[in-house]
């Protein structure tokens, strides 16, 4: 289970994500959608353990990752945008050498990366050089790599951006079978695979969430994208309404006569 509370990043004047909260739970993969530039990336680092918040808390599987970081991260599988997939490594050496990364005993090695490579559907590219494989070969391997250690959670950033549409199904149809074991956020700005892979979404704008909803609850008769442009320009809305206030606050002082 994924908890986010209060998540805030700034970088001096600039707020990448400010107040993000959502839970994820066991057996559930939770859609995280918004337009690029959001903050998804943002937060998917943070909970990871990449990159630290200026405020607010992350709890996987009861663990704080950030006072307990090295135990919080032992149970997340994390799959960047760009898999850090080494090039003129074959594929079984690239696993293994994750494996032993990742703290897999050397009596359950073999058995680890087996295991991995079954489930992502590598066994025939195994003494393959990685750099010589597709770029949805290379996916598979870097979800093999996120899940050699058998974590209960699985983070994924835009798993299926630049592959194309046959390899896209075969990812998420992978997605789904690692789903049925672990808590999963996949973060994407695709609409499409949020409604064919997810139970829940999450939507994000400008750094804030302006939606958290299982799918089955979504109002009848409402497309995702309905609900997605809905949420959007609701929460823009709001933003304009708040500018608009705050000018008006800020004119007023300028008018009123000095002492």
Do not use: W
């Not at 594929?91 to 295991?115: I, T």
């Not at 409604?195 to 750094?207: A, E, F, H, M, T």
Request: a neutral charge; hydrophobic letters at 40%.
């Amino acid at each position: 289970m994924i908890e986010v509370k209060g998540l805030t990043k700034a970088y001096g004047s600039f707020v990448a994500i400010k107040d993000v909260s959502f839970t994820a739970e066991r057996g559930q993969i939770l859609g995280f959608l918004g337009p690029n530039g959001a903050g998804k990336t943002t937060t998917m680092r943070i909970i990871t353990g990449f990159m630290p918040a200026t405020a607010g808390r992350v709890l996987v599987e009861g663990l704080d990752v950030f006072s307990q970081s090295l135990e919080a991260r032992r149970r997340i599988g994390y799959l960047p945008e760009n898999p850090p997939v080494y090039s003129d490594m074959r594929v079984e050496d690239y696993l293994r050498f994750v494996a032993k990364l990742k703290g897999v005993s050397r009596n359950g090695l073999d058995e680890a990366v087996q295991k991995a490579a079954r489930g992502c559907g590598l066994e025939g590219v195994m003494r393959r050089i990685c750099g010589q494989l597709s770029k949805g070969y290379r996916q598979r391997v870097g979800l093999a790599a996120a899940i050699v250690h058998n974590p209960p959670v699985l983070i994924l950033d835009e798993p299926t951006i630049g592959l194309d549409p046959r390899q896209i199904i075969e990812i998420r149809k992978l997605i789904r079978g690692l789903a049925k074991e672990r808590t999963v956020v996949l973060s994407t700005h695709i609409l499409p695979e949020v409604s064919q892979v997810c139970d829940k979404v999450v939507i994000i704008n400008d750094g804030r969430v302006v939606l958290e909803e299982r799918l089955d609850q979504i109002a009848r008769g409402m497309s995702l994208e309905d609900v997605f442009l809905k949420a959007i320009a609701e929460e823009e809305a709001h933003g304009l309404v708040g500018e608009a206030e705050l000018e008006e606050v800020e004119a007023g002082r300028s008018s009123e006569p000095t002492q």
